[in-house]
Nanobody, 130 residues
Framework: QVHLVESGGGSVQAGGSLKLSCAAS????????VGWWRQAPGKEREGVAR???????TYADSVKGRFTISRDNAKNTLYLEMNSLKPEDSGMYFC????????????????????????WGQGTQVTVSA
């Protein structure tokens, strides 16, 4: 059984910061494509950031320059640092991973569809008030 457990969400004022954590068990997180998604009520799920095979990162345009995805291999934990938060950043944040292939296989993590990320956490709520 593989588990991804998010934590660190909460309520902050616009301009504030939060750091989300995604603790993994069952697989070494560093070997796989991992990322963060978010979903606000009534809106489609949005990819926020991905951590790729060589520690490269990709970000949604809406969060570039404000969010940072990273990983602590010793803790087997994925992070999302969120700064300069805006009300439109509010939503449920999920971490996910594709444990069916290593991050260096095929054409890489950037080629994966959302559906390829088969392991998801339960989510952590982020609320940013104006």
């Amino acid at each position: 059984q593989v588990h991804l457990v998010e934590s660190g969400g909460g309520s902050v004022q616009a301009g504030g910061s939060l750091k989300l954590s995604c603790a993994a068990s069952g697989y070494r997180l560093s070997n796989y494509c991992v990322g963060w998604w978010r979903q606000a009520p009534g809106k489609e799920r949005e990819g926020v950031a991905r951590l790729l095979s060589n520690s490269r990162t990709t970000y949604a345009d809406s969060v570039k320059g404000r969010f940072t995805i990273s990983r602590d291999n010793a803790k087997n934990t994925l992070y999302l640092e969120m700064n300069s938060l805006k009300p439109e950043d509010s939503g449920m944040y999920f971490c996910a991973a594709d444990f069916t292939r290593t991050s260096w296989s095929g054409s890489g993590c950037i080629s994966l569809s959302d559906s390829d990320f088969g392991t998801w956490g339960q989510g952590t709520q982020v609320t940013v008030s104006a």
